[in-house]
């Protein structure tokens, strides 16, 4: 996926907070190729992490979807029908996550123009949010809640 910053991220469901610093820029295709971000060393050491029956922590919101007994975007993905992920397991094994093959889809997100606000998008997905987010922080601040706030909260959330 090509998110609105021009960032390739792995898919829409990653956590970003677990994103190397480094990755900015290895990860940026308006300064690198998509070639080049595909087999980065972040690509590359993400796919020997899954290879290998581990879970990178990048991927920690779909494990966490799992270990839930919810559909994770990750299974949604794998189940889809026509979605062909294969791949040369032990090729790419050999040769330390690298991949000849190109990738089999690309989300490009052109930018954030929405009229929609959906519930589970964001201000970077969509315009309507964004605009939102700006009165809101005009009227509040960046930060609405405090600690004390959310401590006085406490017994009323499960």
């Given amino acids: 996926m090509i998110d609105t910053h021009g960032r390739a991220e792995v898919c ?8 190397p610093n480094s990755s900015e820029d290895c990860l940026d295709v308006n300064k690198r190729s998509i070639k080049e971000i595909w087999n980065s060393d972040f690509y590359k050491s993400l796919r020997m992490q899954l290879l290998n ?31 062909d ?17 190109k990738p089999k889809s ?7 123009l929405c009229n929609l606000k959906c ?15 700006k009165v809101l922080i005009e009227l509040h601040g960046k930060q609405i809640f405090d600690k004390d706030t959310l401590d006085e909260q406490d017994p009323f959330v499960l």
């Fill in 119 to 133: 519930r589970m998008c964001n201000s970077a997905q969509s315009s309507q949010i964004q605009k939102e987010n």
């Fill in 106 to 112: 690309l989300d490009i997100r052109l930018g954030n």
């Fill in 53 to 83: 029956n581990e879970k990178p922590l990048v991927c920690s919101r779909c494990w966490y979807e799992e270990d839930q007994g919810r559909k994770s975007v990750r299974e949604a993905t794998k189940n889809d029908a026509g979605f």
């Fill in 12 to 19: 829409c469901a990653i956590s970003e907070e677990f994103l």
């Fill in 85 to 101: 992920c294969t791949i040369d397991l032990d090729k790419c094994k050999e040769n330390n996550g690298y991949l000849d093959s």
